[in-house]
Structure formats: C-alpha cells, structure tokens
C-alpha cells in the first residue's frame, strides 16, 4: 500500500514555488549594485528610481494575464513569463543607456506579474481542504524569502563581477522554463464561451461583476496601502527617534523575515477551521495598535521594536487570509482572472499609495497618518468577504 504525497509536495506545485522565488529575488535583485548599474549607463538617481520602481507597473493588466492563463493554459503563461525573465535578464548586461534598463524592468515586471497571477491560480486547482491552505501560506512565503535571496545575491555580486548575477538568473529561469515544459500539464479544457479577443474580454468584464472577488481585491487594495505606510514612513519614523540609518535597514530587514512565521501562524490557524473574516479583524486590530505605537506616541525603543516584528507578523498573516478564502470566492475555471484582479488592486495600491503617505507626513502631524492607518486598515476588514456556502 504506497501512501499519496501532500498536494504541496507535488512537482507542479514546488515549480511554482521556485517560479514564485525566484520572482521575488527579481524584484529586488538590483537594490545592492545599483550605483554600479547607475555607473555603467551614466544615470542620474532619479533615472534609477524609475528602474526599480517600473517593474511594478505591468500588474496593472494582471486579470487579462489571468484569463489569457485560464483560457490558454497555465503552462503557456509560465513558459512565457520564464523565456521572458531569461531574455529581460540579459539586457542589463548588454545595457548601454538608461532606458535598456528601463525596458528590461518592464518585461521583468510583466514576468512577475505572469507568475504570481498562475502561481495561486495553478494551487488552487492541484489541491484542495487543509493541503491546500498549507500550499497557499508555503506561497505566500515565497516573497519574503525570495527578496532576501535577491538582496544576498545582489550583495554577493556588488563585490564581484556584477554582470554574472544577471547572467546566473537568465539560466534560473531558463531551466525553470524547461522543467515546466515537461512537468505541467499542456493547455487545459476552457469555457464555451470561445478563446478570442472578444471573449477575452467579455470574460474580463465578468470578472469586475463578481462582488466577493472585488471585495477581497479591495481588501489586498487595503492591505497595500498599510504596508507601504509602513515602508515609506518609519524610516523617517526612525530617524526622528535617531536610530541610524543602517541600524533601521537592518531591523526592517529582519521584520519583513517575520511575516514568515505570520504566515505559518494563519495558515494553522485557518487549517483548524477558525473564521477567516474574524481572524481578519483580529489582525486589523493588532496592526492598528502597531501603528498606534509607530507613529501615534512616543514610545521606547524596545517598544517600537516589538511593534514593528508584530506589524509584519500581522502583514503575513492578512496575505495568507486573503490567499486561502480566494478558492472560495473565485468562479469555476477562473481561477485566474480571481487573482490577477486581486493583484491588479494591489498593484494600484502600490502605485497611489506612497504619495498620500508622504503627503500626509508632510503635514508635520503624526495624529493623521495613525488615524488613517487604523482606518485603511478597520476599511480591510470590513470588507474583507464571506467564503460562498457550499452547495
């Protein structure tokens, strides 16, 4: 009698975990050589502001990208999404002015947006129950864990031969690619409705008529726009408080660590059948007594410390809540469109949010910016929605 392997060790599902790895360490690959990127093309900081930044930008078409995959299949998108990443990795190398990396950046982006709208997508049709929560939080790792590759790589690379870093991920992905050519299965069954242009897009307007997807894409919306409050203002936070500021670096580094175990933290506590909404607002709650104490009162440094590890325990365990009521909130077949609209608003929230933040700092009153956490964060979970009864 041979006993069946958990859903989240089968092949498919580890790929995507790589995929999803791999992407993050993208994200954030250039952040330790930048003034030798700058250097080599002769940009200015500001140019290189908008290198790092643009790679956010194609999340915006995320819901195509995830009807394209549910109609054209997964594979297809990832193999797209890994030749591309290998291509996008190699402009850098042969890069001779800003906008080579700018262009590059761009089709990393929409790498990463292909991967992380299939990555939950596939997960949510290969497994299902308690082995699928446990998939969805292991994914949910992978950012955190991916971006602290890409930094160690980054810095490994700043004291060497900077081009073999990107050189080295052209390859990664390159073999991701070819493993996922053999592993995943080829294009699967689609709806009806047909495969063009037109039913693409009819299937794109469907998507933003579903209430439960559009709530928990506002909620990732929401969810975004606390976490870069966090981003964008505790440094200067820090700074008022004279913490330097590679001591802040280092102490934020290891923060975004903690959204790991947030992370596992929901994930078993979701396994056990706990209400997703409540467990929502408990996490609301404790984010927003968090900020109260970043940025609300003059506290000590032990307690800022101790606010800042539980504000991303926090952040880990809304990302998880979120992943895991999508399968419960997504159509049939569209697996897909469910997470690229929900990646679309956070990729919004990513785009709108860093200006309001700083213009409310601006301000010179810390009062506003903790009312307006506790509120974008109360926003989350009252809008955060109930899982579909089953039928």
């Known amino acids: 009698m041979t006993s069946r392997l958990p859903a989240y060790l089968d092949p498919r599902i580890a790929l995507i975990f790589l995929f999803g790895l791999t992407a993050s360490a993208v994200m954030v690959r250039p952040i330790p050589i930048l003034g030798q990127l700058a250097g080599a093309v002769s940009a200015t900081p500001a140019e290189m502001g908008w290198v790092l930044g643009l790679i956010g930008l194609p999340g915006l078409i995320a819901p195509f990208i995830g009807v394209v995959a549910d109609r054209y299949g997964i594979r297809n998108v990832l193999l797209f999404a890994g030749i591309l990443g290998a291509l996008a990795s190699l402009i850098p190398v042969v890069a001779s002015g800003v906008d080579h990396l700018i262009a590059g950046r761009l089709l990393e982006g929409l790498m ?203 952040y880990g365990a809304a990302l998880v809540a979120m992943l895991t009521i999508l399968p419960k909130v997504a159509q049939a077949d569209a697996e897909g469109q469910a997470v690229g609209t929900l990646n679309q608003m956070m990729a919004l929230g990513k785009t709108l949010m860093p200006p309001l933040w700083m213009s409310l700092w601006l301000t010179g009153a810390g009062l506003y910016v903790t009312v307006a956490i506790i509120l974008i964060l109360l926003a989350m979970a009252a809008v955060y929605p109930r899982a579909k009864s089953p039928a």
């Not at 968090?290 to 325990?313: E, N, P």
């Open 112 to 314: 990463f947006s292909c991967i992380t709208t299939t990555g939950p997508a596939l997960i949510m049709r290969l497994a299902s129950g308690k082995e699928q929560v446990t998939a969805m939080t292991i994914w949910a790792t992978t950012g955190p864990i991916g971006m602290a590759f890409g930094l160690y790589a980054g810095g490994i690379a700043a004291t060497t031969d900077w081009h073999m870093l990107f050189i080295l991920f052209s390859c990664l992905l390159a073999a991701l690619s070819l493993t996922a050519w053999s592993v995943l299965p080829g294009r699967e069954a689609t709806s009806e409705s047909g495969m063009g242009m037109a039913a693409i897009f009819r299937a794109l307007a469907n998507g933003y008529k579903q209430p439960a997807v559009l709530r928990l894409s506002f909620t990732g919306l929401f969810l975004v726009g606390a976490g870069l409050a966090f981003n964008a203002l505790y440094p200067l936070s820090a700074a008022a408080q004279g913490w330097s500021t590679p001591y802040t670096a280092k102490i934020m580094a290891l923060g975004t660590l903690m959204t790991i175990p947030g992370s596992f933290l929901a994930g078993a506590v979701i396994a056990r059948q706990v209400s997703s909404r409540l467990l929502m607002a408990v996490i609301a709650i404790g984010m927003g007594l968090c900020g109260i104490v970043m940025f609300g009162m003059s506290a000590g440094d032990a307690a800022l410390l101790v606010a800042l590890f539980l504000w991303f325990v926090g």
